[in-house]
């Protein structure tokens, strides 16, 4: 959350000194895990949007994090969209991730669904570097980020 902090704060100052956003009342603002982004009309808010990926990808935070929300039409003409910062892993991923790594996972491997964490577990070091390259090939449509904790 702290690069997705220093990620708004970059594209904020460079709204506010780049031209084509002058009289634009663009704006971007963090809120807990929300990101909400106004602006004059559609298009520049489209535009904010991408200096606003443009940062996050800079920072090394996945746009596969972040849920967009519906575009809404504002007074005057204006465009409003809010962005949610996705983190951990729902039950519906866990379920679909520890069921790929039972099928096609090597034998002695264990998954274990930890609130919004999936643990996986094994005697062998190189078994798991075996499940990690196989969860890296596969696209389950959320961000996954591996941590080991046995060294």
């Known amino acids: 959350m702290q690069e997705v902090k220093n990620a708004v704060d970059q594209a904020s100052r460079e709204i506010s000194t780049r031209f084509d956003f002058k009289d634009t009342g663009s704006s971007i603002?963090?809120?807990?895990?929300?990101?909400?982004?106004?602006?004059?009309?559609?298009?520049?808010?489209?535009?904010?949007?991408?200096?606003?990926?443009?940062?996050?990808?800079?920072?090394?935070?996945?746009?596969?994090s972040l849920d967009r929300g519906k575009i809404e039409e504002g007074s005057r003409g204006s465009a409003r969209q809010s962005i949610k910062v996705v983190a951990g892993i729902d039950q519906e991923h866990a379920r679909s991730i520890s069921k790929a790594i039972r099928e096609s996972g090597p034998k002695g491997v264990t998954a274990q669904i930890q609130g919004d964490q999936l643990r996986v577990s094994s005697k062998k070091r190189d078994d798991l570097q075996v499940v990690i390259e196989m969860l890296r090939s596969s696209d389950f449509g959320i961000a996954l980020q591996f941590n080991n904790f046995r060294d």
């Open 29 to 64: 603002e963090l809120s807990g895990d929300e990101i909400k982004l106004t602006s004059s009309t559609e298009d520049r808010l489209k535009a904010l949007t991408t200096v606003l990926e443009e940062k996050l990808v800079k920072r090394k935070v996945s746009l596969k």
